[in-house]
Each structure stands twice: as structure tokens, then as C-alpha cells.
């Protein structure tokens, strides 16, 4: 019988298609919701302090919302600190909590052994796995071919790069499906003029809760050419392995290999600046840090807290900052 499996960040997808159930990936589902504050409501009714990241609250609360999720595979290691006692928390609730974790060295041998250990939870051996991996491959490409349509022929908006990139995670559950949307997307796309040139802008950091930021850097005369922690949800570094594949993935590593790959591709896409989203009360806004200390171009910190639109500081902030590049 196929489960819906919620996963709090992408994990091998994989492993828990090629047992016949359905990854979720429960940011999607929470920041897409009809009422994004009553699931942080529901986290704050039961406990959970006012001063903690608003992603983990969400989840929290959209889980147990969720009439058909019982089932959620949480990342230990490499995502969120945070994530340990949403899993208590969770468990405490009835949810069954299945970890997984990406060794921070990048160790191929602990990858390996993680991806085993949740292969065996799900009951499936690695020639299934592989299978599977050649058919979401496929579904990849096409989004690859969207990034490049974004920063080569100008042709995507920075806010549906985000979008077809992010949905790499669990394929909306349906990678067939997605696949047919998004090679609908590609033809439409490849009949639309080229934007306006404009100020060029590579989004680094993890998705932003805020709804409405690419739409605004447009208006402004800028435009994100460079997603980069949603285009690693793709998996862009092409591999036949699987292990090398998710080995090869930047996000939940050791920040050094994230700034390599922005820094290429910040040269490799003619980026004018940089903005870096960080989430209210999250350990990464320390890594602003390094990333102002190792970029070389024109640097911005964007900070969100509660779903919602850009608040009047922030847009001021913008608006200064692409004055400053003008």
C-alpha cells in the first residue's frame, strides 16, 4: 500500500519512490498552504518558543494537520539544528520518525552506509534504487534546461527558476506528471522574448519564506539569474552513482564546497551582486560570515522571520542596494 513519506529536507527521493510510496516534502507543503500561520500557531499553542525559525514551526504544525503523513524521514545531520526536537516533538504526537544524516565531511563510505540503513526501512535493495534514479535523472534534465534558460537566454523569471528547482525535492509526488508540466513550461518559455537586461542577481542561502521577493527585485530592475541552494535540489553535478550523486550535493555539507560552487557559477552566470537570504533565530546567518569574506562582488543580508510579503525595511534595503550597483 503507497504512504505518503514526509521528508524535512531532499533526501535520496529515490529510496522511498523505489519502494512504492511518496516523499513529501513538508517545507512545500507548508509554505503553499491555504493558512500558513495557523501551522505555526499550532506549533506556538503547543510550546514551541516565539524566538525559533518559522520553517520548523511550520512543518511541525503542518504535520499534524496532515491527515494521511504518519511517517517522516528527518535530517539529523546536515540541515537544520533544530531538527532533533521537531523530531521529539513529533514522535511525541504518534508520528513514526525515520533519520537520516549526511556525514559532514562528505564521507562517501557514512553516506553510503545512511542511504543503506534507509533502504532497509523501506524493505529494498540498490538495483531498485538505481532504477529509479534513471527515471528521476530524466525528470533533472528538463530542469537543468529550464536554469540554463534562465541565465543564458533570459528567458526565465528568477521566481519560476525557484520553483521548478525546489519541486526537485519530492517531484510534487508525481514525477511523471511533473515531468509533462515542466517540458510544457520549457516550450512555452523558449517562445517568450528575452527579459530586458537588468541588474543581475544570484540568491544564495536557503529558500525564502517570504512570498513575493523575486517579484519585487523585478519591479526594481533586477533579476535572480542563480538559485542556489533550490538548483542543488536538482542535483546538477551529473553522476551515475548515486552515492557520488548525493556526495556531490553542496547544501548539507561543510560550507567551503557551497562557496566554491557559488563563486563558480557567480562567474560562469556575469552576476553583478549577490543577496543572501538567511532565516530569523537560524544557525546559518553565522555562515554570513564567510560568504561576505570569501564572494567577490557586491554583497546584500536579507533576513525573514513570519511567512508573508517583504516588509517597508526590507524593500529599502533593496532599493539601496541596487541604486548602490546602478
Same mark, same amino acid.
Given at each position: ?6 521528508? /524535512? ?14 516523499? !513529501? ?6 509554505? /503553499? ?10 506549533? %506556538?499553542?503547543?510550546?514551541? +518558543?516565539?524566538? @525559533? ?18 511517517? !517522516?524521514?528527518? !535530517? ?14 513529533? %514522535? ?13 565531511? &562528505? ?10 540503513? @534507509?533502504?532497509?526501512?523501506?524493505? *529494498? ?17 528538463? !530542469? ?7 541565465? %543564458? ?28 508540466? /515542466?517540458?510544457?513550461?520549457? %516550450? ?18 536557503? +529558500? ?22 533550490? &538548483? ?35 562567474? &560562469? ?16 546567518? *553565522? ?5 561576505? /569574506?570569501? @564572494?567577490?562582488?557586491?554583497? @546584500? ?5 513570519? +511567512? ?19
Amino acid at each position: 500500500m503507497t504512504e505518503k513519506i514526509g521528508i /524535512t529536507t531532499t533526501v535520496p527521493a529515490e529510496i522511498i519512490y523505489a519502494a512504492g510510496d511518496v516523499p !513529501v516534502d513538508l517545507n512545500n507543503v507548508f509554505i /503553499t498552504g491555504s493558512d500558513t500561520h495557523s501551522a505555526i500557531e499550532r506549533a %506556538e499553542m503547543d510550546g514551541y +518558543p516565539r524566538n @525559533l525559525c518559522g520553517w520548523i514551526k511550520g512543518i511541525y504544525g503542518t504535520v499534524l494537520a496532515a491527515q494521511d503523513i504518519k511517517k !517522516v524521514v528527518a !535530517v539529523t545531520q546536515g540541515d537544520c539544528s533544530n531538527t532533533h526536537a521537531l523530531m521529539e516533538t513529533l %514522535e511525541l504526537a504518534g508520528i513514526k520518525i525515520i533519520p537520516f544524516a549526511f556525514p559532514y565531511d &562528505r564521507d562517501r563510505d557514512l553516506l553510503k552506509l545512511q542511504m543503506e540503513k @534507509l533502504m532497509e526501512c523501506f524493505n *529494498i535493495g540498490w538495483e531498485q534504487v538505481v532504477r529509479i534514479k534513471d527515471e528521476l535523472d530524466r525528470v533533472r534534465r528538463l !530542469v537543468w534546461e529550464i536554469d540554463r534558460l534562465t541565465w %543564458e537566454e533570459n528567458l526565465v523569471s528568477g521566481w519560476e527558476n525557484h520553483y521548478y528547482q525546489v519541486c526537485c525535492s519530492d517531484f510534487n509526488g508525481n514525477p511523471e506528471e511533473f515531468a509533462r508540466e /515542466t517540458r510544457k513550461f520549457i %516550450e512555452k518559455a523558449q517562445q517568450r522574448k528575452p527579459f530586458s537586461s537588468g541588474i543581475r542577481l544570484g540568491f544564495i542561502g536557503v +529558500p525564502p519564506i517570504l512570498t513575493d521577493i523575486y517579484q519585487y527585485l523585478e519591479k526594481a530592475g533586477a533579476r535572480v539569474v542563480f538559485n542556489e541552494v533550490q &538548483r542543488q535540489f536538482s542535483m546538477p553535478f551529473p553522476q551515475a552513482d548515486i552515492v557520488e550523486q548525493y556526495r556531490m550535493y553542496t547544501y548539507p555539507y561543510h560550507v567551503f564546497h557551497r562557496v566554491e560552487d557559488i563563486s563558480r557559477e557567480v562567474e &560562469r552566470r556575469k552576476i553583478d551582486a549577490v543577496i543572501h537570504y538567511t532565516q530569523s533565530f537560524c544557525f546559518r546567518q *553565522i555562515e554570513d560570515i564567510i560568504f561576505r /569574506t570569501k @564572494l567577490k562582488v557586491p554583497f @546584500l543580508s536579507l533576513e525573514g522571520d513570519q +511567512p508573508g510579503q517583504l516588509d517597508a525595511r526590507s524593500k529599502m534595503r533593496i532599493d539601496s542596494f541596487l541604486e548602490m550597483l546602478r
